[in-house]
């Protein structure tokens, strides 16, 4: 399936119906068409109601109450104020607007359920539809109302209005300036007078088509859509700033090899090993023994210490260290792939030993300078040097990393498979016939003469038993697999923070300065980062709380369990949002962490995030700086796909 933005005009039939159109539609503006195929079905089946409305034939929801007044008959001069007053009473929802893009997939949506032809509306109110997306004509939705169960309700109500030119809906024309809109009141009266003068023409409702039209899944199955689309995308940047942290970390490849995956089969995280392995392919920092970091930190202390220290011949022996050092890492070059850990360090092992000799002298000859208070506080400087220096080239190959790092490719791998079974329920859902009660038009055989309006009239019976009532509206297929893709991204979250702690940690960072800055006490560096990154895991900790395991009973208890899946959706929806910026604060702490790791550089694929976050704003954080406006910006190139192939 191509990108959405690569799909121009999307054709609604009730079928096939892809995640893919919905966003071209909702979010690209593509055009959309009634499949023709799909009118004479559609029609078909109208003329089942029809002929059940002349009749008088009892049937619910065409010519009775509804939910707890569904016994309650109403007369054939009433079965039009029946549906404009279902849609009117029901039309409850509260607080926010949804967005404009989110609004135009559950048109679009309710229009393919529609166009089945199991729904008994006529083929013009499904054109209605249409008419309102072609027109970029916006109704006002408000986010809260719904419990997922006899459908959307209020959700779907709110739009009705607008399609029928009813005064008490809200829209915005398309011509409306791009701008926040916070509640009904930045929205218009859709007043038929209103509507046409953006060129739509509302209709009035027929039987059975006020509740063709609330009756259904459609605002849950659009939010699902957004975040299995939007989802996948996050996943693929998790994946990125996972092998950028990684890197800066210095850490152990070992965890992606092949042989792992294949005596535990998840497809999965064979998938995921795959490409982290070919994400930190000739890396120089994971393949040199040598961990520069503590060389930078080394650097960092005795700067410090330069600057405090009185005595200036002190002072000039200790800026002598300080550029042996860095002369030191001037002239280090990357340990080629497939050489040997202990080949590689012997590489190093001359210089750094003779660092270590010329760090002992000058210990020993300020010892003979300095008072023993003052050279105790050197000596304390002079000595954490001494260990970095130690600690830069281990004698044996590092074997395994912390959990947050050699277990994230197995928690991305298990939010791909929940995002997997999203997609299956999405698939039903969006091609589904989710109203009630559905109708199932009556064959006629091909001898049969006449028109279908004339056979159906010969056959009232079989017009009687073409309407079943059940409860395709029932959310709970999406509420389930959404709280699960909330706890699965959530999950995702939560380890990233886990890498940012440990980033931020001087004890687990493997050598990189406390905070990721070189002044760690004067400067704070990222330590609000990961606060933030804490702050929104625990956030997310509270919105997994299963929506789909809670019910209250509606409607004097005709309906007396509930789905709550368009909570469910909802929170899904903040979840992915929190997730995001969790992911964008890891990139940011990744990026700084392999600065100190120079000269050696990451692969090509780390060299090329690192360029996306340039271009969009971010430098090497050499003192402090508020940070919020590049964690917002990074998480906007995650939602943009600025990561999804940097390749």
């Not at 959405?4 to 068409?33: F, M, Q």
């Not at 398309?174 to 023409?201: H, I, M, Q």
């Given at each position: 399936m191509p990108h959405?933005?690569?799909?121009?005009?999307?054709?609604?039939?009730?079928?096939?119906?892809?995640?893919?159109?919905?966003?071209?539609?909702?979010?690209?503006?593509?055009?959309?068409?009634?499949?023709?195929a799909a009118i004479e079905r559609v029609e078909e089946c109208r003329q089942v109601v029809d002929i059940l409305v002349e009749q008088e034939t009892v049937a619910y929801g065409i010519n009775t109450g509804f939910g707890a007044l569904r016994d309650k008959t109403i007369s054939k001069d009433l079965v039009r104020k029946l549906q404009r007053n279902l849609i009117r009473s029901h039309a409850c929802g509260v607080g926010k607007p949804l967005g404009e893009d989110l609004v135009r997939a559950i048109i679009l949506l309710r229009a393919n359920t529609l166009a089945k032809g199991h729904s008994g509306v006529r083929s013009k109110l499904i054109q209605g539809l249409l008419d309102l997306l072609n027109l970029k004509i916006y109704p006002y939705i408000p986010e809260k109302g719904s419990v997922g169960s006899s459908g959307d309700l209020a959700p779907l109500s709110h739009l009705?209005?607008?399609?029928?030119?009813?005064?008490?809906?809200?829209?915005?024309?398309?011509?409306?300036?791009?701008?926040?809109?916070?509640?009904?009141?930045?929205?218009?009266?859709?007043?038929?007078?209103?509507?046409?003068?953006?060129?739509?023409?509302?209709?009035?409702?027929?039987?059975?088509?006020?509740?063709?039209?609330?009756?259904g899944t459609q605002f849950i199955a659009s939010v699902a859509a957004f975040v299995l689309y939007e989802a996948k995308i996050l996943l693929k940047a998790a994946e990125y700033a996972l092998s950028l942290s990684i890197e800066a970390i210095q850490g152990v490849r070992d965890v992606f090899s092949p042989q792992l995956y294949e005596v535990r089969d998840h497809p999965y995280q064979k998938q995921v090993a795959k490409r982290m392995l070919a994400y930190t392919k000739g890396s120089e920092i994971l393949n040199t023994p040598l961990n520069?970091?503590?060389?930078?930190?080394?650097?960092?202390?005795?700067?410090?210490?330069?600057?405090?220290?009185?005595?200036?011949?002190?002072?000039?022996?200790?800026?002598?260290?300080?550029?042996?050092?860095?002369?030191?890492?001037?002239?280090?070059?990357?340990?080629?792939?497939?050489?040997?850990?202990?080949?590689?360090?012997?590489?190093?092992?001359?210089?750094?030993?003779?660092?270590?000799r010329s760090l002992l002298n000058l210990q020993k000859e300020f010892l003979s300078r300095f008072q023993q208070k003052d050279f105790y506080k050197l000596s304390q400087c002079l000595s954490s040097v001494q260990k970095n220096l130690y600690l830069s080239l281990p004698l044996t190959r590092p074997v395994q990393d912390d959990y947050s790092f050699r277990c994230g490719l197995q928690v991305l791998a298990a939010a791909y498979q929940a995002l997997e079974a999203l997609e299956r329920v999405c698939h039903v859902e969006f091609n589904g016939?989710?109203?009630?009660?559905?109708?199932?038009?009556?064959?006629?055989?091909?001898?049969?003469?006449?028109?279908?309006?004339?056979?159906?009239?010969?056959?009232?019976?079989?017009?009687?038993?073409?309407?079943?009532?059940?409860?395709?509206?029932?959310?709970?297929?999406?509420?389930?697999?959404?709280?699960?893709?909330?706890?699965?991204l959530a999950e995702v979250g939560n380890i990233a923070e886990r890498r940012v702690a440990h980033l931020v940690d001087a004890a687990l960072s493997n050598g990189l300065p406390p905070f990721l800055t070189?002044?760690?006490?004067?400067?704070?560096?990222?330590?609000?980062?990961?606060?933030?990154?804490?702050?929104?895991?625990?956030?997310?900790?509270?919105?997994?709380?299963?929506?789909?395991?809670?019910?209250?009973?509606?409607?004097?208890?005709?309906?007396?369990?509930?789905?709550?899946?368009?909570?469910?959706?909802?929170?899904?929806?903040?979840?992915l949002g929190n997730v995001r910026r969790i992911i964008a604060i890891e990139f940011l702490a990744a990026a700084q962490g392999v600065e100190f790791r120079k000269p050696f550089l990451p692969s090509k694929q780390g060299q090329k995030i690192l360029e996306i976050l340039k271009e969009h704003g971010w430098s090497p954080l050499q003192e402090d700086r508020p940070l919020y406006q590049e964690i917002e910006r990074v998480a906007e190139c995650i939602a943009l796909e600025a990561f999804s192939n940097p390749t």
């Open positions: 959405p933005s690569e799909i121009s005009n999307v054709v609604v039939g009730g079928a096939d119906l892809r995640v893919e159109e919905i966003l071209a539609v909702s979010s690209w503006g593509a055009t959309v068409e009634l499949d023709e009705a209005l607008v399609l029928m030119g009813d005064e008490y809906g809200r829209f915005l024309p398309p011509s409306y300036e791009k701008k926040a809109v916070n509640s009904w009141r930045d929205f218009l009266p859709s007043t038929k007078e209103n509507l046409r003068k953006c060129g739509f023409t509302p209709l009035e409702l027929e039987a059975k088509e006020g509740l063709a039209l609330n009756n520069t970091a503590y060389i930078h930190r080394s650097i960092f202390e005795l700067q410090e210490a330069y600057h405090w220290l009185e005595d200036k011949h002190s002072k000039k022996r200790l800026w002598g260290l300080i550029e042996d050092l860095e002369a030191f890492l001037g002239s280090l070059s990357p340990v080629s792939e497939g050489i040997s850990y202990e080949e590689g360090r012997g590489l190093f092992l001359k210089d750094l030993e003779k660092l270590q016939a989710t109203d009630n009660p559905l109708i199932f038009a009556p064959k006629r055989k091909d001898a049969e003469k006449g028109s279908y309006h004339s056979f159906l009239e010969k056959n009232l019976p079989l017009c009687e038993r073409a309407i079943l009532s059940g409860g395709n509206f029932y959310g709970e297929p999406l509420g389930l697999v959404l709280d699960y893709v909330g706890v699965a070189p002044r760690a006490g004067v400067e704070s560096g990222f330590m609000i980062g990961q606060y933030t990154a804490a702050a929104l895991v625990s956030e997310n900790k509270i919105l997994c709380h299963p929506a789909s395991s809670d019910s209250i009973p509606t409607s004097a208890n005709a309906e007396d369990h509930v789905s709550m899946a368009s909570i469910a959706a909802r929170k899904c929806f903040q979840i």
